[in-house]
């Protein structure tokens, strides 16, 4: 296929997973790099497909962040086993290296496909996303494409080892494919009831706190940074807590209260 179709194989694939799909892009490079060491590809070309492909994708899902905002993340987090941590973990790299999380983003499943559309709807500079995620999409590129250049030889021996091994090579993988699809049902069946997050609305809490008395009760802002400024208003008699330090924060939280968590 990449003898044949290599360089719109290489953008199709590397678009696809820039928008979200879950399609092998660190593969198809790897390959195009072994193509390009059996001079079957060139390497300029490679580039422009696949910066071109990763980049398209980008901006797109960049722009889909900033106009749609974290109801966004959250349908792409909905394949995830939790769609919350999901959000969290993509955000927490923000939080602790800023920006530059977008240089090694794409080297992190899971990161690859938030990090845009997070960048989008925390409102970053759109010349600054562009620079950024440029060479963050060159240096994914060029690593795999290197990898696969400098191991084509041991490429070509696993194909052939493949092609001989024949029939008991297909029910090896399909054997793999199974027991992997049971695992994921089982991890679904296992986190399945914590996606149901108990609710209150605002007027069965501010009865509450008439009845019973504001001091009952403590209302948490959990807010993410990108939905947070100092600026920001509250729920009177609030308390705020950065929800990618909760391991830290919740050792504040009174044991005697019930505790109500608001976000965005």
């Known amino acids: 296929m990449m003898a044949q179709h290599g360089y719109a194989l290489i953008f199709g694939v590397l678009f696809m997973e820039a928008i979200g799909l879950p399609f092998p892009a660190a593969i198809a490079l790897v390959a195009a790099g072994a193509a390009i060491g059996g001079h079957t590809l060139a390497l300029p070309s490679v580039l422009f497909a696949a910066l071109t492909a990763l980049m398209l994708?980008?901006?797109?899902?960049?722009?889909?962040?900033?106009?749609?905002?974290?109801?966004l993340l959250g349908f792409l987090c909905r394949l995830s086993l939790n769609p919350e941590t999901c959000i969290l973990r993509s955000a927490e790299s923000f939080y602790k290296r800023g920006k530059t999380t977008l240089l090694f983003a794409k080297f992190v499943p899971g990161l690859n496909t938030m990090a845009a559309p997070l960048a989008g709807s925390m409102k970053m500079r759109f010349s600054q996303f562009l620079?950024?995620?440029?060479l963050g999409a060159t240096l994914?590129?060029?690593?795999?494409?290197?990898?696969?250049?400098?191991?084509?030889?041991?490429?070509?021996?696993v194909l052939n080892g493949f092609q001989a091994a024949g029939k008991a090579m297909e029910g090896v993988v399909i054997t793999a494919i199974l027991v992997y699809a049971a695992y994921r049902i089982a991890q679904f069946q296992k986190y399945k009831d914590y996606r149901m997050v108990p609710r209150v609305q605002v007027q069965e809490l501010a009865v509450r706190m008439a009845e019973q008395g504001a001091k009952s009760v403590l209302i948490v802002d959990v807010r993410s940074h990108g939905y947070y400024d100092?600026?920001?208003?509250?729920?009177?008699?609030?308390?705020?807590?950065?929800?990618?330090?909760l391991e830290e924060e919740i050792k504040n939280l009174p044991k005697d209260k019930d505790i109500y968590l608001y976000c965005t």
């Open 140 to 157: 994914y590129s060029v690593t795999y494409i290197a990898v696969g250049y400098l191991c084509r030889d041991f490429l070509a021996a």
């Open 131 to 134: 620079h950024l995620d440029f």
């Open 57 to 71: 994708g980008d901006v797109a899902q960049f722009w889909l962040g900033r106009s749609a905002g974290w109801a």
């Open 230 to 245: 100092q600026g920001a208003e509250r729920i009177l008699g609030s308390i705020r807590i950065e929800p990618n330090n």
